[in-house]
C-alpha cells in the first residue's frame, strides 16, 4: 500500500504544475486518515511518517467509515455544530425563495 501512496505523493510532476495532495497535507492543522482498520501496524507507520515529513504539527485523526468524533475535527461541540448547521439550511432556504420571487 505505501508503494502506491508513496508514488502518487512523491511522483515527479511537469515543472509548474502543484502536487496538490502534498499541498493539502503541508497546510492542513488536522488530516483525517482512513480506513485504518484496513492495514496493519507497520503500514499504518509507514503512512504516519509519511505524513510527519511533509507536515510535523497537523493533528491526524484516525478513522474507519469516514467516523470522526465532531468535537476533534471542528473543536466545537457537536449541538453547536448541530445549531450553526441547522442556522444555515434556514438561510439558504430564505435566499433561494428570495431568488425564486425575483
Known sequence: MRDDADEH???????????EAVN????ADKILLNK???VNAQ???????SIRSIN?????????QSRANLDQVT???RVFVQACLAFSYRVAARLTRAVWAV
Do not use: H, Y
Open 75 to 77: 473543536r466545537m461541540p
Open 36 to 38: 485504518i482498520d484496513l
Open 9 to 19: 505523493c512523491w511522483r515527479q510532476r511537469e515543472e509548474g504544475v502543484i502536487n
Open 24 to 27: 493539502q497535507v503541508a497546510f
Open 43 to 49: 503500514e499504518k507507520a509507514s503512512v504516519l511518517n
Open 56 to 64: 510535523a504539527v497537523a493533528q491526524v485523526i484516525e478513522t474507519t
